[in-house]
Antibody, heavy 118, light 106 residues
Framework: QVQLHESGPGLVELSGTLSLTCGVSGGSINNDYWWSWVRQSPGEGLEWIGEVNLAEITNYNPPFKSRVSISVDKSKNQFSLKVTSVTAADTAFYYC???????????WGQGTRVIVSS | DIQMTQSPATLSASVGDRVTITCRASQSISVWLAWYQQKPGKAPKLLIHKASNLVSGVPSRFSGSGSGTEFTLTISSLQPDDFATYYCQQHDNYKTFGQGTKVEIK
């Protein structure tokens, strides 16, 4: 069964760049799925940030589009998230998730907490 | 963008109760709706996709219905393991989640 695991700094400076990586095990990143990032904060609930596929095609949620980049590295079986110009509102749990072509999200990482500090 | 509204926000129920959670979309999403269960400190878990398709391994007491703009998640007989927060998510145009329904012990 596929497993996903987020890694990256838990603390990011205000106005800096948040960078997270998701390692995929128990299966290969392939074009049968989309590979998403979702975040969860007390104030905003669950928010889908965006997704990438193996062809490096990306889709971003419009509110995040100007600040977010999602990429994939097939050789390392991982995909990554970058969020620039972070503010306190970016403090959240960040999940990497496998998504079907229909759009539902079937396998989630355990999540990683990111705090934006001043 | 498509907004998802769940009701109620909190639901108090007892073991054995039949529980229904409603999710409304701001515009028609056909049947492109999923339901998730989340327990404290854990990631959401997919229960149902395409409005009524139960994920393999999910107990049959869970069921989903609806199309267009109105959807329901029903738990036919609430079990102790079902006390959790439930989220709907549309997957018709990008992805948007409802704000969640917490099912708590009465």
């Amino acid at each position: 069964q596929v497993q996903l695991h987020e890694s990256g700094p838990g603390l990011v400076e205000l106005s800096g760049t948040l960078s997270l990586t998701c390692g995929v095990s128990g299966g290969s990143i392939n074009n049968d799925y989309w590979w998403s990032w979702v975040r969860q904060s007390p104030g905003e609930g669950l928010e889908w940030i965006g997704e990438v596929n193996l062809a490096e095609i990306t889709n971003y949620n419009p509110p995040f589009k100007s600040r977010v980049s999602i990429s994939v590295d097939k050789s390392k079986n991982q995909f990554s998230l970058k969020v620039t110009s972070v503010t306190a509102a970016d403090t959240a749990f960040y999940y990497c998730v496998r998504g079907s072509h229909e759009g539902f999200l079937d396998f989630w990482g355990q999540g990683t907490r990111v705090i934006v500090s001043s | 963008d498509i907004q998802m509204t769940q009701s109620p926000a909190t639901l108090s129920a007892s073991v054995g109760d039949r529980v229904t959670i409603t999710c409304r979309a701001s515009q028609s999403i056909s049947v492109w709706l999923a339901w998730y269960q989340q327990k404290p400190g854990k990631a959401p878990k997919l229960l149902i996709h395409k409005a009524s398709n139960l994920v393999s391994g999910v107990p049959s007491r869970f069921s989903g219905s609806g199309s267009g703009t109105e959807f329901t998640l029903t738990i036919s007989s609430l079990q102790p393991d079902d006390f959790a927060t439930y989220y709907c998510q549309q997957h018709d145009n990008y992805k948007t989640f409802g704000q969640g329904t917490k099912v708590e012990i009465k």
